[in-house]
C-alpha cells in the first residue's frame, strides 16, 4: 500500500550540475514571488490602520471605536474589508487561465513580463486611490499581475533546474513569497508611525518596487529549453541547455524534452485533454494540493494577523511588530525546507509539517476558548497573550517547511510537457479560487464558528496529512519529463495508466 516513501523511480539521471546561469536565472524568476508576497502581506497591516479605514471604510472604524460590536470576535466583520483582501484573488483565478494561454504560446517570460507590468499599473492606482472603487480597481490589476506571475514562475522554476536540485530552485519562489511578505510587514510597521495618515498610500504604492523587478527581470531572462522547443526553436533550445546545465553533452536530456515536445504536438487542446484517464492523478493532485494549502488556514495569520492580534487585545504596534515576527520565522522556515526538500524529500516535509500545524491550532482555539469563551464577551487576560503568540510562530514554521513551498513545487513539477501549462493555470486558479474564499469569509466565520474555527481548520489538517500520506507519491530526483513513471508505479493512481501510456513509448526505455 502507500509505501510511497521512494519514488520506485528507475529511469535516467541526466548528467548537469547546478550552475551560475541557472541560479541567476532562477533568482530573477523567483522575484515574480516577491510581488504575490508583498502583497499578501500588505493588506493585514494597511486594514489595521485607522487612517485607512476612516477614508475607506468608515462603519469597520465606528464600530471599533466605539467598541460597540457586543463580541470580540465580530469587531471586524465587514464584507466590504474583506473583498479588498480578496478582490486580488477573485482576479489572479480568472487571469491565470488566460496566462495559461500565452505562457505555452508565447513563452514563460512573456507571462512574467505581462504579469509585472500589470501589477506596476495596480500598485500606482493604489497608492493614489481617493475612493473604494480605485483601491478594488487597483487590487484587480494587482491580481491579473499575480495570475501571470504565479502561473509562470513556479513552471519556468521546475523546468529550468535540473532533476535532483529541482525542489531547491523552484523554492527559490516560496522563499521570495516569505521575503515579499516580510518586506511588507516591515514597511507597515514604519508607515503606521507616519502621522498625517498618508501612510497607507506608501504601503500600497511600494508595491511598485518588487513589480518593476521582475517585468525588467523578465527581459533578461533566458527562455526554458522546454519552451524553446514547445515554440520549435530547437538550436537555441540546445545552446541553453549547454549552458544552464554546465556540460557540453546535453544530448539525453536534449531528446527527452523534443521528445516530449512532439507527444504535446500532437495533442491539439491542452484543457481537453487533462480531463483524460491517465492525467487523472495530475488533475486530482494539481487541484487538491492548493485546496488544501489553504485549508490549513494560512491566510488567517498572513491577512489577518494584525487585526485578530488587535482583537485579542494587543495594541496596534504589538500587532504590526507580531506580524514582523511571524514572518521572519515563515523566511527562516522556508530555508530549512529548502535544505531538505531534495534530501528527505516532499512526503516527510508535508508529513511533518502536517502533524506541527494540526497541534498548534488545537492548542490556539483552547487558548482562545479559555480567554473569551463562546459568547466572545471576555476581557483580554495579558497572561494567554504570550502562549497565543507562541503557537503561532510554531505552526508558521511548520506551514513554511511544508505546505507552503510544497503547495507550489508539487503540482508544477508533475504535468507532463502537453498539459503542463494548463495543468499549472489549473493550480493558480484553484489556489486563487480558495485564498478568496478564505479572505472573504474569514471575519464572518470568527464571528460565527468563534474559537472553533480553528478546530476547523485542524480537522482540513488532518484530513489533508491522510491524502498525502496515502495518494501523493515522491516526486524527489525524478526527471521533469518521466514523470509518467510514478503514476505507473503508484498502488491506487496505476489503475488510471493503461499499458500503452508507458509500454512502445519512450518511457518503455526504462522499465516500469
Ligand atoms: C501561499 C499563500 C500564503 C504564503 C505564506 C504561499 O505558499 O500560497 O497563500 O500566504 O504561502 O507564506
Known amino acids: 500500500m502507500p509505501a510511497e516513501g521512494s519514488t520506485g523511480f528507475s529511469g535516467p539521471q541526466y548528467p548537469g550540475r547546478i550552475t551560475s546561469s541557472v541560479i541567476i536565472a532562477c533568482c530573477v524568476a523567483s522575484s515574480g514571488g516577491l510581488i504575490f508576497g508583498y502583497d499578501i502581506g500588505i493588506s493585514g497591516g494597511v486594514t489595521s490602520m485607522d487612517s485607512f479605514l476612516s477614508k475607506f471604510f468608515p462603519s469597520v472604524d465606528q464600530l471599533e471605536e466605539q467598541g460597540t460590536s457586543s463580541s470580540q470576535y465580530c469587531k471586524f466583520d465587514s464584507q466590504l474589508l474583506t473583498l479588498f483582501t480578496s478582490s486580488l484573488y477573485l482576479a489572479a483565478l480568472v487571469s491565470s487561465s488566460v496566462a495559461a494561454t500565452v505562457t505555452r504560446k508565447y513563452g514563460r517570460k512573456c507571462s512574467m513580463f505581462l504579469g509585472g507590468l500589470t501589477f506596476l499599473v495596480g500598485a500606482v492606482i493604489n497608492g493614489v486611490a481617493s475612493d473604494v472603487l480605485m483601491l478594488i480597481l487597483g487590487r484587480v490589476l494587482l491580481g491579473i499581475g499575480v495570475g501571470f506571475t504565479n502561473q509562470s514562475v513556479p513552471l519556468y522554476l521546475s523546468e529550468m533546474a535540473p532533476a535532483k536540485h529541482r525542489g531547491t530552485l523552484n523554492i527559490g519562489f516560496q522563499l521570495m513569497v516569505t521575503i515579499g511578505i516580510l518586506i511588507a ?130 495594541g496596534i504596534n504589538a500587532s504590526l511588530l507580531t506580524a514582523v515576527i511571524t514572518g521572519i520565522i515563515n523566511v527562516g522556515a522556508t530555508v530549512v525546507s529548502i535544505l531538505l526538500v531534495d534530501r528527505a524529500g516532499r512526503r516527510p516535509l508535508f508529513l511533518w509539517g502536517g502533524i506541527g500545524m494540526f497541534l498548534c491550532q488545537v492548542a490556539v482555539g483552547a487558548l482562545i476558548y479559555a480567554q473569551f469563551g463562546v459568547s466572545g464577551a471576555g476581557t483580554v487576560i495579558k497572561k494567554f497573550a504570550a502562549p497565543v503568540l507562541f503557537f503561532i510562530c510554531v505552526y508558521v514554521a511548520a506551514f513554511a517547511c511544508s505546505w507552503g513551498p510544497l503547495g507550489w513545487l508539487v503540482p508544477s513539477e508533475i504535468f507532463p510537457l502537453e498539459i503542463r501549462s494548463a495543468g499549472q493555470g489549473i493550480t493558480v486558479s484553484m489556489n486563487m479560487l480558495s485564498t478568496f474564499a478564505i479572505g472573504q469569509t474569514f471575519l464572518s466565520m470568527l464571528c460565527y464558528m468563534k474559537f472553533g474555527l480553528f478546530y476547523f481548520f485542524a480537522v482540513w489538517v488532518v484530513i489533508m496529512t491522510l491524502f498525502i500520506l496515502f495518494f501523493v507519491p515522491e516526486t524527489k530526483n525524478v526527471p521533469i519529463e518521466e514523470m509518467m513513471l510514478v503514476w505507473s508505479n503508484h498502488w491506487f493512481w496505476n489503475r488510471y495508466i493503461a499499458d500503452e501510456d508507458i509500454i512502445g513509448n519512450r518511457y518503455s526505455n526504462y522499465g516500469t
Not at 545552446?239 to 536534449?254: F, M, N, Q, S, T
Request: charged share 15%; net charge positive.
Open 185 to 314: 510587514n516591515l514597511i507597515n510597521y514604519g508607515t503606521a508611525q507616519i502621522t498625517g495618515g498618508w501612510g497607507w498610500r506608501l504601503s500600497l504604492g511600494l508595491a511598485a518596487v518588487p513589480a518593476l523587478i521582475i517585468t525588467i527581470g523578465s527581459l533578461l531572462l533566458p527562455e526554458t529549453p522546454n519552451s524553446l522547443v514547445e515554440r520549435g526553436k530547437n538550436d537555441q533550445a540546445k545552446r541553453i541547455l549547454v549552458k544552464i546545465r554546465g556540460v557540453a553533452d546535453v544530448h539525453p536530456e536534449y531528446e527527452e524534452i523534443v521528445a516530449a515536445c512532439d507527444e504535446a504536438r500532437a495533442i491539439k487542446h491542452s484543457w481537453s485533454n487533462i480531463l483524460k484517464s491517465k492525467y487523472r492523478p495530475q488533475l486530482i493532485i494539481s487541484s487538491l494540493i492548493p485546496l488544501f494549502q489553504q485549508l490549513t488556514g494560512i491566510n488567517v495569520i498572513m491577512f489577518y494577523a494584525p487585526v485578530v492580534l488587535k482583537t485579542i487585545g494587543f
